[in-house]
């Protein structure tokens, strides 16, 4: 089993990154945030409630609530999965079919 990096190692690890990146001997990784999304347009589309929303896509009903009155933003893995759902829907529903079936 590999050894897990404890947080010193990890930080050193960071450091000797960012001189590498400052340095230009090392590329920066790229971090993609998903952009805002509207939640309840996307909900709309699909024809459901939002408790029925939330139970299909394994949200609460709060959050789902939530994000619909702006009161809080889905956070980035909620809104990926959301922009799948409203750009790939039947795919979204494959995935998860298979994935309750053992």
């Known amino acids: 089993m590999a050894e897990q990096m404890n947080i010193a190692d990890e930080?050193?690890?960071s450091m000797e990154q960012a001189v590498g990146i400052a340095e230009g001997t090392?590329?920066?990784g790229r971090v993609?945030?998903?952009?805002?999304?509207n939640v309840a347009n996307i909900r709309k589309r699909t024809g459901l409630s939002q408790a029925r929303f939330a139970a299909r896509y394994g949200f609460s009903a709060a959050a789902v609530r939530d994000w619909?009155?702006?009161r809080r933003m889905p956070?980035?893995?909620a809104r990926t999965?959301?922009?799948l759902i409203d750009r790939e829907p039947q795919a979204v529903e494959r995935v998860l079919i298979g994935a309750r079936c053992p």
Do not use: N, Y
């Not at 993609?32 to 999304?37: A, D, G, N, Q, V």
């Open 11 to 13: 930080l050193l690890a």
């Open 81 to 83: 999965l959301l922009m």
């Open 68 to 70: 619909e009155q702006k």
């Open 75 to 77: 956070e980035k893995a």
């Open 26 to 28: 090392v590329q920066p």
């Open 32 to 37: 993609w945030t998903p952009p805002e999304i």
